[in-house]
Structure formats: C-alpha cells, structure tokens
C-alpha cells in the first residue's frame, strides 16, 4: 500500500470514533429521524432504490449506506478503515437495517468483493482526494456496475479545490494547484473536520488533487457513458470561513454576494454502463 493512503488509513481508524459521538455526525438525530439522512440532492438526482443492488464506496462508518437501505436496496458499504467498518455494523445491527460491509482500499476491492456486480455504483463527498489514482479507481467503480446500471457522485468540485481555505482567509485567493499530481498535499493534523478539539495522534493528512477533465475521462476509459455532469454553486459544508448558509440550519453553503452564484463549488455525475 502506498505509505500516504497506510497513514491516511490510520487517521481514519483515529477519526471514526471522534465521528461518532460527534455533533457534526449527529448519530443519534440520524437514527432517530431528526434530520434528514442523506443530502435532498443524492436523493433527487440517484432516484428510486428499491429492490436494487447499491454499492457504496468509501463509506466511513456506514451511514449514508444504512440511509439507502432504508430507501430499499439492498447495500454494500466499503471503507479502508477497520474501525469504520465495525461501527458500521455496529449500527446495521443496533437499527436492523441489513447490509454487507466490507473492509478494503478501493482499488483493491475487485480482489475483496469478487463475483459481484451492482445497479448502483455510489460515491460522495470528501471521497476524491483520498485517492492517489483516479484512472484505477474509475477501473474498479466501472468493473461494479453491471450493464444497465450506474455510477453516481457528488463531490467538491476540482475548481474549488485550488482556493486558500485556512482559517485566516477571508476572500478567495489562489493558492493550489488545479492540475493532478502523483505527489500528494501534505496538511499537518489538528482535531478532525467533525470535531476540530479532538486530540489526535496522526500528524498529517494527505490528499492528492484531481482535475475535472482526469475524472471524466478516466471514467469514460474505463467504459462508462457519461450521462450528465451538473455543477452547483453550493457545498454541503462550511468549504471556506467566509462562507454564509443559505438559510439557517440548511446545510446550504455558498460564497458571499456578489460571489454567491458565480463559481462551481460542487459537482454531480451520473455514468452508465451499456
């Protein structure tokens, strides 16, 4: 395993406790029903899943995987992390919601998942830039699909990424590359997105940038048709400091006026297999 994505993997097996009693998680809220428990977007644009095969890829701690088996299908959860993975089930069993999960990096679950295929292939949100090779990734997400089936993400979009986001920037100023690089970003670790405060023994997170155009057309390489690619002016999370919610408690982030409609800060891509 590249020693990046063996130290990320240890970051997120520090995480995931961290994440699960975390407010930005709201575990509790989500078994309840307090709040929604996927994105109205994911729902909207992935569409019916009842009675389908869905598989979900980088799945965390399992709840987006456990929300669509409440829809109806019939999900499969993987996620490099070992700890994630166990409170998954932890919670498939705690809500009797059934659904398989699986421990692997992504690229190496054709190994760990053989003999299967899906109707949904799923993935969002904080997924790409934990990847090294999106052209082997794009292999493995169009060897799951099954003809007639579809791969679907929503993500940060690649533009976005190449903007200043520490805590003391104010305004949008350059400061990323835009284009790809085997070489990933290094950010020294403090806390977690979901809890900032929390000790962590893990030093630095790596993350590798990708261009739109390399999504795409690894996607397309790997024999998927692309069905549609929307860009949206919002992002589901707090992406800058600057940035002002929509409407209070509406998860909706956009940049300040004038700037609030004027730049893609997320994506959404539907691809088929023939």
């Not at 059934?98 to 190496?108: H, I, L, Q």
């Not at 679950?109 to 053989?114: F, G, I, T």
């Not at 000790?199 to 996607?219: D, K, R």
Request: charged share 25%.
């Amino acid at each position: 395993m590249d020693p990046h994505v063996a130290a990320n993997r240890a970051l997120w097996d520090e995480w995931t406790p961290i994440h699960v009693r975390s407010a930005f998680y709201d575990v509790e809220g989500w078994k309840s029903g307090a709040r929604p428990d996927l994105y109205p977007l994911l729902v909207e644009e992935v569409g019916d899943v009842a009675g389908k095969d869905l598989l979900h890829l980088q799945c965390h701690f399992g709840l987006d995987t456990l929300a669509w088996v409440r829809r109806g299908a019939r999900a499969t959860g993987v996620d490099i992390s070992q700890r994630g993975i166990e409170e998954a089930r932890r919670l498939s069993a705690e809500t009797g919601l059934d659904a398989t999960f699986v421990v692997s990096d992504v690229v190496e679950l054709p190994s760990n998942l053989a003999g299967c295929d899906f109707d949904v292939v799923f993935t969002s949100l904080g997924a790409l830039n934990w990847l090294p090779d999106v052209p082997r990734w794009a292999e493995v997400v169009a060897h799951f699909v099954r003809p007639g089936g579809f791969f679907y993400i929503a993500e940060a979009h690649p533009f976005a990424w190449v903007f200043d986001d520490d805590d003391a920037a104010t305004e949008l100023r350059l400061r990323y590359h835009y284009w790809p690089s085997p070489e990933p970003l290094a950010f020294p670790n403090d806390g977690s997105y979901a809890d900032p405060d929390a000790p962590v023994s893990e030093p630095v997170e790596y993350a590798w940038q990708h261009s739109m155009g390399e999504i795409i057309t690894s996607l397309a390489a790997a024999g998927l048709r692309i069905e549609y690619l929307h860009e949206h002016p919002w992002v589901p999370w707090k992406m800058f400091p600057f940035m002002v919610e929509a409407e209070p408690g509406s998860g909706v982030w956009r940049l300040p006026e004038p700037d609030d409609a004027r730049l893609p800060l997320l994506f959404s891509l539907k691809a088929t297999k023939p």
